[in-house]
């Protein structure tokens, strides 16, 4: 099938479907078996051809067109498109060329326009990237023309349908059945934590297993710029998801603007899927309130690198003296986990620290358990130093 008669046909299809409205899938199902029948009677299509055809054309407007094979594939965690004709899959840890391409890259923009537009919100020359989801929940990513210089860049991570919980990542070796036990003390007594890690890390992932231990009784309110968090178990439950200001004049609603609302619905807990920017401050702030037990994602290479990171993301916001920071740090976090992916592709839990403390214009950090390359396991180096939230709270270690 010439790219060109797809393309002609495609666009009859699309306005038809403009001018009938909302139809279901069978009715346009048969709309496209029509069009493609009067096409094949010009133009000799085979029975194959003309079911391939009509596939590839329903696929085009009501799913992903040849990516609909991998999201339904729930052994597929990342898809990256890298123009119409280089699609990479990471499947199973492993990354590699995929043998499909889109026919044109026509044909992929298509794709990038229908995910975009259903999640109300605007991808073109003037605002050439964007962030989105899937029905599913994936999180996507679509860089276009002109700062995409071969074609439009298309990044889909597909998380689980069924979160993974801690047991699951006990059994596939991310992290010790000691070193969960003790967080899961921790995560009880309210001890606000912080997870770090790089790009896929699983941090995300992490964090929707450690809140499978907040009291069920709790208030919980997740933030985040695009819905990930898979909570389970909290009825009190409050989602909140950010939104960018698109074409009918919604206004732009950050995570910042999301935090500040949050502290006024009375939460127990203030989740932030990922701070990335300013947002750092009112998240420092919740941490600071009385908001124990408060948990967050940030990017680093290190624990110790994730303290250097907060204060730059503070800065971002405020203009405030370096060790008026580090002094909101050290009271409001108390503890860092650090994930990260080894040389084999597996996840893991690399470090586990305490923040001991102010001292000297410096953040003091102890650490608690940490992997040991040699023995391939996370190796406990130190006690839980300030245990008064367990205390209070009467939970045992």
């Not at 797809?6 to 909302?22: A, F």
């Not at 094979?69 to 995929?98: A, S």
């Not at 992929?108 to 919100?121: A, F, H, M, S």
């Not at 695009?226 to 206004?251: C, F, P």
Request: negative net charge; contains cysteine.
């Amino acid at each position: 099938m010439e790219p060109a008669h797809y393309r002609e046909l495609r666009k009859i299809l699309m306005h038809s479907l403009d001018e009938r409205g909302e139809l279901t899938d069978e009715e346009i199902g048969s709309m496209i078996d029509d069009l493609v029948l009067g096409f094949s009677h010009e133009n000799y299509l085979t029975v194959s051809e003309r079911n391939t055809l009509s596939r590839e054309l329903f696929s085009s407007v009501r799913k992903l067109d040849i990516l609909q094979e991998l999201i339904d594939d729930k052994n597929v965690t990342e898809i990256m498109v890298n123009g119409p004709d280089r699609i990479y899959v990471e499947k199973n840890g492993q990354i590699r060329l995929w043998e499909r391409t889109f026919s044109s890259r026509e044909k992929l923009e298509d794709v990038v326009q229908q995910i975009v537009g259903n999640c109300n919100r605007v991808v073109n020359e003037r605002k050439p990237i964007v962030d989105a989801r899937l029905s599913n929940g994936a999180r996507v990513n679509a860089v276009i023309s002109p700062i995409a210089l071969d074609g439009p860049i298309l990044t889909i991570r597909h998380f689980p349908d069924t979160p993974i919980t801690m047991e699951k990542l006990i059994a596939i070796g991310s992290i010790s059945e000691e070193a969960s036990h003790f967080l899961q003390k921790l995560v009880e007594a309210g001890y606000s934590i912080i997870i770090s890690g790089g790009t896929s890390a699983g941090k995300t992932t992490f964090l929707n297993a450690l809140s499978n231990y907040i009291p069920k009784d709790e208030r919980i309110i997740t933030i985040e710029d695009n819905a990930e968090l898979q909570i389970q178990g909290i009825d009190n439950l409050v989602r909140l998801e950010a939104k960018s200001a698109n074409m009918e004049g919604n206004e732009n609603i950050t995570i910042r603007d999301l935090i500040k609302s949050s502290l006024r619905m009375r939460p127990d807990r203030v989740i932030v899927g990922e701070v990335r920017g300013g947002e750092a401050v009112d998240m420092l702030q919740a941490f600071n309130t009385g908001h124990d037990g408060s948990l967050c994602t940030i990017h680093a290479n290190s624990a110790a690198d994730s303290l250097s990171r907060l204060e730059t993301m503070v800065l971002m916001a405020f203009s405030l003296p370096l060790p008026a920071i580090r002094r909101q740090i050290a009271s409001g976090v108390d503890i860092l986990v650090h994930l990260g992916r080894l040389r084999d592709r597996s996840r893991r839990v690399l470090e586990i620290a305490e923040i001991d403390g102010y001292e000297n214009e410096n953040i003091l950090l102890h650490p608690l358990y940490e992997w040991d390359g040699g023995r391939k396991s996370l190796v406990k180096k130190g006690e839980l130093k300030h245990t008064g939230k367990l205390e209070r709270t009467g939970v045992v270690i």
